[in-house]
Nanobody, 122 residues
Framework: QVQLVESGGGLVQAGGSLRLSCAAS????????MGWFRQAPGKEREFVAV???????YCADSVKGRFTASRDNAKNTVYLQMNSLKPEDTAVYYC????????????????WGQGTQVTVSS
C-alpha cells in the first residue's frame, strides 16, 4: 500500500514558477514509477510527466522544456518543477504510483494522491 500527498500548488502569474512535491509512504516507493497528471475543469485527466524507478524521466509534449520531473528515493518524494507557466496549465495536479508500463495512461497507476490546485493568472 502506498499513500501519496501532494503539496506546493497555488496561484501564480503567467511566466512564473511553482514546484510541486508528492510525499509517499511505504517501503517500496523506490520500485514504483511515479506519474504526474492534471485535470482542468470540464476536461479529462491528462498525463504530464513520469519518473521511473531508475530515475529517468519523460514529459508530455505540452510541457516539455518547461516542466521537469524528479525524485528523491531517500526522501520518498517526487517533484514537478514547473517554469514559464501559462494560463492553460491551470488544473488540479495529481501524482500517482504504478509499474511504469503504459506510463501515460491513467489505468496504469495503482495509487493516487488527492491533488493540488495550480492556478495561473494571465
Amino acid at each position: 500500500q502506498v499513500q501519496l500527498v501532494e503539496s506546493g500548488g497555488g496561484l501564480v502569474q503567467a511566466g512564473g514558477s511553482l514546484r510541486l512535491s508528492c510525499a509517499a509512504s511505504g517501503r517500496t516507493f523506490s520500485s514504483y514509477a511515479m506519474g504526474w497528471f492534471r485535470q482542468a475543469p470540464g476536461k479529462e485527466r491528462e498525463f504530464v510527466a513520469v519518473t521511473w524507478s531508475g530515475g529517468s524521466t519523460y514529459c508530455a509534449d505540452s510541457v516539455k522544456g518547461r516542466f521537469t520531473a524528479s525524485r528523491d528515493n531517500a526522501k520518498n518524494t517526487v517533484y514537478l518543477q514547473m517554469n514559464s507557466l501559462k494560463p492553460e496549465d491551470t488544473a488540479v495536479y495529481y501524482c500517482a504510483a504504478g509499474s511504469g508500463l503504459f506510463y501515460s495512461r491513467i489505468h496504469a497507476y495503482d495509487y493516487w494522491g488527492q491533488g493540488t490546485q495550480v492556478t495561473v493568472s494571465s
